[in-house]
T-cell receptor, first 113, second 115 residues
C-alpha cells in the first residue's frame, strides 16, 4: 500500500535556526508531492508542490523542498525559522493519474524565542 | 482565489442525533472530499466525490453518508451521531484528475463534539 512517513511528530527549533521537516513516501513510480501547512483552528493550505521538472521547489513563506527520487524523499526546509512558522505541516502524495491524496500524520513545528 | 466554506466552525450534538455538515466551493471543482482529523492520526478520508451524484468510500466511511446534488456542494451526514465521531471535519476540493496536479483546497474545518 502507498504510504507517507513523516519523521517526528513534533519538531522544536529556535527562532532564526534552520527548519528541516522530513518526509518519505513509498512508490515505484514518482508521484506528485505536496506540503501543506495548518495554522491553529484553520484548514490546510498548500505550501508547495512537486509535479515534474526541477527537483528543488520553492514555496510560500520562504519554504522549499527537494524531491530525491533515489531516496524517495521530499524534505521541507527553511533557512531561518520565524515565530509565525509555528504550525502543523503535512506531507502528501498523489500518484500520477489519480486524485486520491495520501497524507502523512503531520509534524507540529514549535519555534522558541 | 478558491474558496471552500463549511457551514459551521463549531457544533455540539447529542448522541443519536442526525448531523449534517455542509461544504460549498466556488471554483467549479469536480472533486470534493470529506476528511476527519484526529491528533496523531493525521487526515483520514471518509468519502469523496468526483462528479455530481457520484461518491466513493474512503478509508473510514462507517457511520457516515454523503450527498452531492450540485457540483458546488458536498454534504456529510452522520446518521446517528456517536461520541467516537467527535472530531475535526475538513472539506476539500480539487480539479479533476489530468487537468491539474490536483492540489486540494480546504475549508476552515468544523469541530464537532458529540455528547
Amino acid at each position: 500500500a502507498q504510504s507517507v512517513t513523516q519523521l517526528g511528530s513534533h519538531v522544536s527549533v529556535s527562532e532564526g535556526a534552520l527548519v528541516l521537516l522530513r518526509c518519505n513516501y513509498s512508490s515505484s513510480v514518482p508521484p506528485y508531492l505536496f506540503w501543506y501547512v495548518q495554522y491553529p483552528n484553520q484548514g490546510l493550505q498548500l505550501l508547495l508542490k512537486y509535479t515534474t521538472g526541477a527537483t528543488l521547489v520553492k514555496g510560500i513563506n520562504g519554504f522549499e523542498a527537494e524531491f530525491k527520487k533515489s531516496e524517495t524523499s521530499f524534505h521541507l526546509t527553511k533557512p531561518s525559522a520565524h515565530m509565525s512558522d509555528a504550525a502543523e505541516y503535512f506531507c502528501a502524495v498523489i500518484h500520477t493519474g489519480g486524485f486520491k491524496t495520501i497524507f502523512g500524520a503531520g509534524t507540529r513545528l514549535f519555534v522558541k524565542a | 482565489d478558491v474558496k471552500v466554506t463549511q457551514s459551521s466552525r463549531y457544533l455540539v450534538k447529542r448522541t443519536g442525533e442526525k448531523v449534517f455538515l455542509e461544504c460549498v466551493q466556488d471554483m467549479d471543482h469536480e472533486n470534493m472530499f470529506w476528511y476527519r482529523q484526529d491528533p496523531g492520526l493525521g487526515l483520514r478520508l471518509i468519502y469523496f466525490s468526483y462528479d455530481v451524484k457520484m461518491k466513493e468510500k474512503g478509508d473510514i466511511p462507517e457511520g457516515y453518508s454523503v450527498s452531492r446534488e450540485k457540483k458546488e456542494r458536498f454534504s456529510l451526514i452522520l446518521e446517528s451521531a456517536s461520541t467516537n465521531q467527535t472530531s475535526m471535519y475538513l472539506c476539500a476540493s480539487s480539479l479533476a484528475s489530468g487537468r491539474a496536479q490536483n492540489e486540494q483546497y480546504f475549508g476552515p474545518g468544523t469541530r464537532l463534539t458529540v455528547t
